[in-house]
């Protein structure tokens, strides 16, 4: 008997909260917008504060409290049923224990945190005083991703060195959308070791949640690392199989990663893990007319060359040729299938772990050299490409080469594309067509990028 009034208890407090949030949601609690038009405008009440956020959060805690109470009549009409039997039944502490935890106690416990959590706006300002709130907190379920995005007001209220108050952690617009997946992302526990999802994260990343937030955990690496080969031996070899994490990779070790293997994972760069093919690249004369040799680009600015970025899918091979030739290059790479960041920085280069979503991380007018290829070919939207067309022009300097290898498209495209690459009036250096199929087309370019002294 004492348990039925536990459980009818519990079900008045459940039915109690639920018509308060529903009065809340209504508006009867907080500034809405037919109540509040006599005290505020309706852009003192909206201004900075995510009601969608806000409501979402509270439907989510509607939502729990309502499938509590639907579990609790269930149980409620299930005993009514048995009643003649119900007094004959006896159930172990432990089982009643077990009931009010996962039935009862947990689902109450996760809305209260919910609500606990919500920000709600901040008075600030002086008299027409407006409602404030920072961006996407309410978003968020998961503490750490909250603490992440908060923000974090210097100390003893000074300025700091970049001017100003605070610092403002930044994430891609896109993880809004991915909210499941990033709130497992941020689900760790703080010091300890990172759970090894890195295809998590990039998953998030080329779907536009970029910049991930940073996480307070250990990263992973292979229980059996070993030290690197030194420089001249590491550029053409490939590296020990015990220093890559091969859990999230259909391959387990460089051999496996071989074009002839079918089952190897990835479709790119078919070949790049085999030096010895790897290593006539760019230095090796070629029928087409569209390879282009390296001594024959840098031949154009001699010694002009220093730094550069290699925009592309590969394991690093342009930028190991590059180095023999005292020039320092950045290698654009994302593990799809196999493990290219790796792989870059065993050989003892620079791997540059970015997507085609965001800005390059270098200053305008900064680099001697971009190479792209295999990778901005004829499926990229106009659009995009045009915008990371302009991203490159911003960091190449006056003076510096656009290096175009053996660009790909449908040959009814073809003019669209033409138009892209020329429209920023560089000089032509190369420029030559080549046919890749009866339906394609290649084209292989170097373009420098004139003075734009204002």
């Not at 409501?55 to 109470?69: H, I």
């Not at 290059?329 to 965001?358: C, D, H, K, M, W």
């Not at 006056?398 to 053996?406: A, E, F, S, V, Y």
Request: aromatic residues 12%; contains cysteine; positive net charge.
């Amino acid at each position: 008997m004492g348990w039925v009034q536990i459980v009818l208890g519990i079900l008045v407090i459940v039915v109690s909260l639920s018509s308060l949030f529903r009065f809340y949601s209504a508006g009867f609690f907080v500034h809405n917008e037919d109540i509040c038009h006599h005290f505020y405008g309706v852009k003192d009440v909206y201004e900075g504060f995510d009601i969608r956020a806000l409501n979402d959060r509270v439907t989510e805690v509607l939502r729990t409290m309502e499938n509590l109470q639907e579990k609790l009549e269930t149980a409620l009409q299930q005993m009514e049923k048995n009643k003649d039997v119900l007094h004959k039944t006896h159930i172990t502490r432990l089982e009643y224990k077990k009931y009010l935890e996962v039935e009862v106690l947990r689902p109450v416990y996760s809305a209260h945190i919910a609500l606990r959590q919500l920000r709600l706006p901040k008075i600030e300002g002086i008299g027409n005083a407006t409602m404030k709130e920072e961006p996407l907190i309410n978003t968020f379920i998961t503490e750490e991703i909250r603490k992440y995005i908060t923000p974090k007001e210097n100390r003893i209220g000074k300025v700091n060195f970049y001017g100003t108050k605070k610092i403002y952690n930044t994430i891609g617009h896109a993880c809004v959308l991915m909210k499941n997946e990033l709130q497992e992302y941020m689900d760790y526990d703080i010091g300890s070791y990172c759970k090894d999802d890195w295809n998590l994260a990039q998953k998030l990343m080329v779907n536009g949640c970029d910049p991930l937030p940073r996480r307070r955990c250990l990263t992973r690496a292979s229980k059996v690392y070993q030290k690197p080969y030194p420089i001249n031996e590491s550029l053409w070899k490939l590296p020990d199989d015990r220093n890559v994490r091969w859990g999230n990779y259909q391959c387990r070790n460089f051999g496996c990663l071989s074009s002839k293997n079918p089952k190897r994972g990835y479709t790119k760069c078919t070949g790049c893990f085999e030096m010895e093919k790897e290593k006539l690249k760019w230095v090796a004369n070629s029928s087409l007319p569209v390879h282009f040799l390296i001594r024959d680009v840098l031949a154009i600015k001699p010694g002009q060359i220093r730094i550069g970025l290699d925009y592309g899918v590969g394991t690093g091979t342009f930028a190991a040729r590059m180095r023999e030739l005292n020039v320092t290059i950045v290698s654009t790479a994302l593990n799809i299938g196999a493990p290219f960041n790796e792989i870059i920085a065993l050989r003892g280069l620079i791997p540059l772990y970015a997507t085609l979503n965001q800005r390059l991380p270098f200053f305008d007018n900064t680099m001697d050299l971009i190479h792209t290829t295999g990778f901005l070919d004829g499926w990229i939207d106009l659009l995009l490409m045009d915008f990371i067309l302009f991203d490159w022009d911003r960091v190449l300097r006056p003076g510096g080469l656009l290096w175009i290898d053996r660009f790909f498209c449908n040959k009814k495209d073809l003019d669209d594309y033409m138009y892209m690459f020329l429209q920023f009036r560089y000089k032509k250096h190369k420029w030559v067509l080549a046919p890749k199929s009866k339906d394609e087309v290649y084209l292989s370019a170097v373009l420098e990028k004139p003075p734009r002294a204002i």
